[in-house]
């Protein structure tokens, strides 16, 4: 199924060239690396400005949008005149990638010697006193084919920025009782430039029984499910009553992005939920997280920014899951990926993750806890609608962004596999191996007071959220330490 609710990044490059050097150069060498660009089919658009002036920066912005840029390269093929580039990347406004000409061979070194490994440390500072953020790689200096590289690498890093500063959430309800983790401070989604729309589960509701009627497009939705789930539909005549949920979520969703592009959910979804719709939403948040609208249960708004930005750094879909339990010695795993067997845990939901995320024999069951509570010694009937099995294995990433209480941001990222493990437990659920995972989990996601909600990509693109999260601005971003570098609330003493 293809991924809806994803930007499309078209990417712009631009050549600077400082006054006093040849432009012929930086004209010579901006031809290389879009020539290295087609090789690796990937599309960019040529600016025919070449920064000089002011006057050329604000050409090339109207040049750039003209042709439909939402991103943009700025190549420095030779030192490059900071002042006007960054201009043109504060009045285009939109993520903007800084790069530079290495030099090519040693017979040209007179008049073919460009000194943009000089240009770029001009053209960083400026960035600053104009308060820009621009992506800087790793090794941001290099000839055509590296830079090209590092376009391909920037078009990920772009689409997040693009998919965050044009995205929406959509929340039902407040946080359920004991969840404290879920509380999302507004003000840092702002910052992040994301719009926030709350509602009440009354909302929600009155949205349910107004798409009611509808019951052609309702009937579709619910033969669509059964085709979906075919053996693993479990508790069929739910399917009806899910469908008219989809199809009220859905519509919802389409009729009030506003001024946004794109849009997330975050809702309500136990306690009161079971008994005034009479099933659990989980199949349903699946459903949309597969289209490419992830739907993060228990009112956690930045869980779903957080599933949606794996969604844009691996372009497949993504799952919201507790970071839950440890995984017993007597639990048979033959190969942990580098990982000690303390490294090891499990992440499960209730049933939210995506079909195609799961192996295969998936299928629809009812909340076993929410069972407990709700419908002891009774068969299951407003419990039902999870979606249950087994994690694809695999390598991944595990993601959270978040708002902390005194509205600052903070990130972790870690890349692992998920393995090829019998968690012998119920809910959509997988072992998890990542190498140094247990003095993380001590001294960051603890020490940091993250919540139990983790985001995973069943892609690795750890390198991708990085350097996301980074352009837009998150100060804090963590990363499993290995062996030997001590984190700052880690004891030195300990053996």
């Avoid at 060239?17 to 879009?34: G, H, K, M, W, Y």
């Avoid at 067997?341 to 995506?354: A, I």
């Amino acid at each position: 199924m293809k991924l809806i609710n994803t930007p499309e990044v078209k990417l712009g490059i631009v050549g600077v060239s400082r006054d006093c050097f040849p432009i012929e150069l930086t004209r010579a060498r901006l031809q290389n690396v879009v020539a290295e660009c087609k090789k690796l089919k990937l599309p960019v658009i040529a600016s025919s400005v070449i920064i000089e002036t002011e006057s050329d920066a604000v050409k090339a912005v109207a040049d750039l949008t003209r042709k439909g840029a939402n991103a943009a390269v700025v190549y420095l093929g030779n030192f490059g005149p900071e002042g006007p580039l960054t201009i043109f990347a504060q009045r285009f406004g939109q993520p903007f990638m800084l790069c530079a000409a290495a030099e090519e061979s040693r017979k040209d070194l007179i008049n073919g010697r460009g000194d943009a490994y000089c240009g770029m440390l001009n053209a960083s500072i400026n960035c600053k006193l104009r308060n820009l953020r621009p992506y800087i790689p790793q090794m941001p200096v290099g000839l055509p084919a590296e830079v090209a590289g590092m376009i391909a690498h920037f078009t990920d890093v772009a689409r997040i920025a693009i998919g965050i500063r044009n995205l929406k959430t959509f929340s039902f309800g407040p946080r359920p009782q004991d969840f404290y983790a879920c509380n999302a401070p507004i003000q840092p989604l702002y910052d992040l430039g994301i719009e926030v729309m709350e509602n009440s589960e009354l909302d929600m509701y009155v949205l349910f029984q107004s798409v009611a009627k509808r019951t052609q497009e309702i009937h579709a939705i619910a033969r669509d499910m059964a085709k979906e789930l075919g053996a693993g539909n479990r508790y069929p005549k739910k399917l009806v009553q899910l469908a008219q949920f989809e199809l009220a979520l859905t519509t919802f969703f389409e009729a009030n992005l506003g001024s946004r592009q794109f849009g997330v959910f975050a809702n309500k979804c136990w306690p009161a939920f079971e008994k005034a719709f009479g099933f659990v939403p989980c199949f349903i948040n699946s459903r949309l997280a597969a289209r490419g609208i992830p739907a993060a249960c228990e009112v956690d708004i930045y869980g779903a920014v957080s599933e949606y930005m794996c969604q844009l750094a691996s372009l497949h879909p993504a799952t919201l899951l507790d970071i839950n339990n440890t995984v017993p010695d007597d639990l048979p795993i033959t190969d942990l990926k580098g990982a000690s067997r303390t490294d090891l845990f499990m992440g499960f939901h209730c049933g939210n993750t995506p079909s195609c995320c799961l192996c295969e024999g998936c299928s629809m069951k009812y909340q076993l806890i929410m069972h407990r509570l709700m419908e002891p010694d009774k068969a299951p009937d407003i419990t039902c609608g999870t979606l249950e099995g087994t994690l694809r294995p695999g390598p991944c990433s595990v993601f959270r962004i978040q708002g902390t209480a005194d509205c600052r941001l903070q990130s972790y990222i870690a890349d692992g596999h998920i393995l090829n493990a019998d968690p012998a437990s119920f809910g959509g659920i997988g072992v998890f191996a990542i190498p140094n995972f247990a003095r993380f989990y001590r001294h960051v996601l603890i020490a940091k007071q993250y919540p139990h909600h983790a985001a995973i990509a069943f892609r690795p693109c750890g390198k991708t959220l990085f350097d996301a999260v980074t352009l837009l601005g998150v100060p804090d971003v963590a990363a499993p330490r290995p062996a030997g570098a001590l984190y700052p609330t880690e004891n030195p003493f300990e053996v």
